[in-house]
Nanobody, 134 residues
Framework: QMQLVESGGGLVQPGGSLRLSCVAS????????IGWFRQAPGKEREGVVC?????????????DYVDSEKGRFTISKDSAKNTVYLQMNSLNVEDTAVYYC??????????????????????WGQGTQVTVSS
């Protein structure tokens, strides 16, 4: 059974940093696309950044925040721990959201060019709240 558990969220002041963790079980994080998404109150769930290839190639989502995300957010992976991370720097109030980890789990088949769009991903964690406020 594929499961994902996020942790590391909390309250942080503007300009601060957080590192989120996502521990996977039931599959290897090296086998499938995996990434981070977020949903703020009153807004659609959106992609943040994903790992789409086994060599670590990343894909930033095309969103209203994409330019800001590229400069401040970084995804990484520790295969030995079967864990992915999201390093977030220079946080601002607009980053406040529930952050989710998700994987496609092979649902898109061979030859599909993965992106970082919510509908491409099948298995989701429970989410962790990030609140940026002074």
């Amino acid at each position: 059974q594929m499961q994902l558990v996020e942790s590391g969220g909390g309250l942080v002041q503007p300009g601060g940093s957080l590192r989120l963790s996502c521990v996977a079980s039931g599959f290897s994080v090296d086998d499938y696309a995996i990434g981070w998404f977020r949903q703020a109150p009153g807004k659609e769930r959106e992609g943040v950044v994903c790992i789409i290839n086994s060599d670590g190639t990343t894909e930033y989502a095309d969103s209203d925040y994409v330019d800001s995300e590229k400069g401040r957010f970084t995804i990484s992976k520790d295969s030995a721990k079967n864990t992915v991370y999201l390093q977030m720097n220079s946080l601002n109030v607009e980053d406040t959201a529930v952050y989710y980890c998700a994987t496609d789990g092979g649902s898109n088949g061979l030859g599909y060019r993965m992106g970082c769009i919510p509908y491409e991903y099948e298995y989701w964690g429970q989410g962790t709240q990030v609140t940026v406020s002074s």
